[in-house]
């Protein structure tokens, strides 16, 4: 984490000073954006660095469903299955993945190359099916579309 | 096609989020002029009298939650932009954040000066990407040009602004979750009283205001109130976002004026039904309101009065349209799966009622459903009414119980014959 502190230095002079615990949800993004997951060095680095007690890290990290305290894969494909993307053809999308990918929603490629979950509602309805990969939003997707997504990954 | 706009006013295009487009459409023009005209006082008044209510989801007029926050009270005072978007359906205030986000940000520095705010936030959900690199771009870019930061405008006036990025949670979306989540702690929504303009954002007088509820304020002071009450209904001024998913022709985000009529924008604004299907239900504005069948809705209108006289409500205006041959009990059970999910735990009734309902369901979709199901489901629904701290334990039983009573006959068949009476489809193919 050591090497993010100029840059924790600037996003906190914008805060109102004095509510520190505040910065723990966007330090604990940056550290996973930068690692991939949340490691427990990171954990102690940022006590030392906010004084907030360990165990309020602790909840927020197991509260949030994106927070991660493991690596996963290179690609992380997220999948809506939400209403809106079922009556799109989610189930489809989702089932397509599963065999093209031979890993259940959960799991890891055995290469580490992709991650596949299932998610609710990624406000992208009008679009559906939506799927993510890592950060970009991918619109209307089908097989198809996604066959051609995935095979230009490495 | 409704003709009125008052947000969706431009052709957007690959620069139109941009400072300068937005300054050549007369962008920070009324920031200048409130500033330096106005007092605060004549700006509550102005928001105020210009009726607007909440486009979040509860409706509540603007103008009553900005008349808690006593001026001149000695404390800091805190407002809140709500860009949680989580509510399925909803999808308009990322038309805002990706088309128009310096609309967003000249509405909160407005609505900063008229509250005596010093430190501004927008909690934006933490999957929307371009949403936040646009909104991020802009907030930089007001920085730069003076209007945001120490003296804006050379007046004696300053305000920080923080984009605050959550982490993947359904229950932030609630307004004290939403602080909570600012605070760094896990986002518990909090009893009231005392309101969150009494005590909110770090125990402080705090104004959390939808997106689009925010995004009024330039156009409501530009114009006058009296101009914004022009369009509407007399208790329902303004026009909508209105995002519509589902299995219509057009899908996407729409501007309509307050009191449209329902089946003429979904049979010509949206382009008609997919596939020529007929219209089987629409759910109004978010998952979590009432669903509200093709005949309920053969006449209504689309304003708050209306809607809620039928039973249901226009929430936050994310409409899901359902064809004809859609399996309700599959849909049900989507539903469910997704509150059990986001159900944070804190009070017994939503967090034991989500997983119970939902374990229920999918009993009937693995047909082991039991004919006394679907009153046992009703009756947990019901046990959330009301006996929750946030809306979601309510929503969701609403949600539940208008499904159930509309369509019970599809939960009987299911229940009986072990099996869909619509081949369990949720998809709307051409063929059928």
Known sequence: MKH???????????????????????????????????ADSDIDALVDYLRVPRIQIEEVLSYYTQFRR????????????????????????????????????????????????????????????????????????????????????? | ?????????????????????????????????????????????????SGIQGRGGAAFPMGRKW????????????????????????FKDRWILENAPHLLVESMVIAAYALQVRNAFVYMRGEFDLPYRRLAASVDEAYEAGYLGERI???????????????????????????????????????????????????????????????NIVGILRDGAKAFREHGTAKNPGTRLISVSGHVNKPGVYEIEIGYPWRRFIDEDCGGMLHGRALKCVIPGGLSTKVLTAADIATLTLDNESVEAAGSSMGSGGMIVVAEGTCMVRMLQ???????????????????????????????????GRPEDLDQMARIARMNDGT???????????????????????????IEHKRSRHDGNLECRRSS
């Open chain 2, 334 to 368: 989507v539903m469910l799966r997704f509150y059990h999910h986001e159900s944070c735990g804190q009070c017994t009734p939503c967090r034991e009622g989500m997983g119970w309902m939902h374990r229920i369901i999918d009993r009937i979709v693995a047909g082991d």
């Open chain 2, 388 to 414: 929750t701290i946030c809306g979601m334990g309510d929503a969701a039983g609403y949600a539940t119980v208008g499904i159930l009573a509309k369509y019970r006959d599809e939960f009987d068949y299911w």
């Open chain 2, 153 to 215: 405008l050379g007046t004696d006036v300053s305000c920080d602004l923080v984009i605050y990025r959550g982490a993947g949670s359904y229950v932030c979306g609630e307004a004290s979750a939403l602080l909570t989540s600012i605070e760094g702690r896990k986002p518990y929504p909090r009893n009231r009283p005392p309101r969150l303009t009494v005590r909110g954002l770090y125990q402080r007088p705090t104004v959390v205001n939808n997106v689009e509820t925010l995004a």
């Open chain 1, 70 to 154: 493991k690596p996963i894969g290179r690609w992380h494909v997220q999948a809506c299955r939400n209403v809106s993307c079922s009556l799109l053809g989610a189930d489809r999308i989702v089932d397509h993945l599963t065999q093209k990918l031979r890993i259940r929603p959960g799991e890891t490629t055995s290469d580490g190359r992709f991650t596949l979950s299932t998610v609710e509602c990624l406000a992208s309805c009008g679009t559906a099916p939506v799927v993510m990969i890592n950060e970009t939003c991918h619109e209307c997707v089908t097989p198809q579309k996604l066959d051609a997504l995935l095979e230009a990954l490495t």
């Open chain 1, 4 to 38: 993010l502190v100029a840059e924790f230095d600037a996003i906190r002079a914008r805060f109102p000073s004095g509510f520190d615990s505040s910065l723990v949800v966007p330090f604990l993004r940056r550290i996973q954006e930068d690692r991939g997951y949340v």
């Open chain 2, 67 to 90: 008349g808690v926050i006593h001026l001149n009270d000695g404390q800091p005072h805190y407002l809140c932009a709500n860009a949680d978007e989580g509510e399925p359906g909803t």
């Open chain 2, 1 to 49: 096609m409704s003709s009125t706009k008052l947000l969706m006013t431009f052709p957007v295009s690959a620069t139109s989020h941009t400072l300068v487009e937005y300054r050549e459409r007369g962008g920070y023009a009324t920031l200048e002029k409130v500033l330096r005209q106005m007092t605060p006082t004549q700006v509550n008044d102005e928001i105020t009298a």
